[in-house]
């Protein structure tokens, strides 16, 4: 009798294996998902990166070229060659002489009054 329960128990479906080999399969495709995902972040940062880089060089060239035109405008030999070129000088300002010229003549002065939304005229009147 103890051949027969020998043989019955071999064509039984051994649970406790199949159960270990589906949860290592299940852990091992996890992994491998785990994998495959933080890999395609890492190369979406690297260009990220890349891309933050090819900015920071261009700002640091405009800053240079920045900082070379600041340098050119505060050196005082920068300066008086301006001068001399657009012929400027000094004037006092006691002769300073201020004309009022009216540019429009006997037409109305307008501005814009831009907190209202509404045109102001010159001599009072409203349109």
Partial sequence: ???KNKLRKTNQIHTKKLG???AVCLILT???FVLVLSQNRIVKLANDVKELEAELATIEKRN???AVQIQNCKS???LEDKVEYFGLKMVSTDRLEVYK???LGSQKLRRRN????RDIYARGDAR
Avoid: E, I, K, T
């Fill in 1 to 3: 009798m103890r051949s």
């Fill in 20 to 22: 270990r080999y589906f």
């Fill in 30 to 32: 996890l992994f491998g």
């Fill in 64 to 66: 240079d070229s920045l």
């Fill in 76 to 78: 005082p030999q920068a």
């Fill in 101 to 103: 010229v009216n540019l």
């Fill in 114 to 117: 831009y907190f209202r939304g």
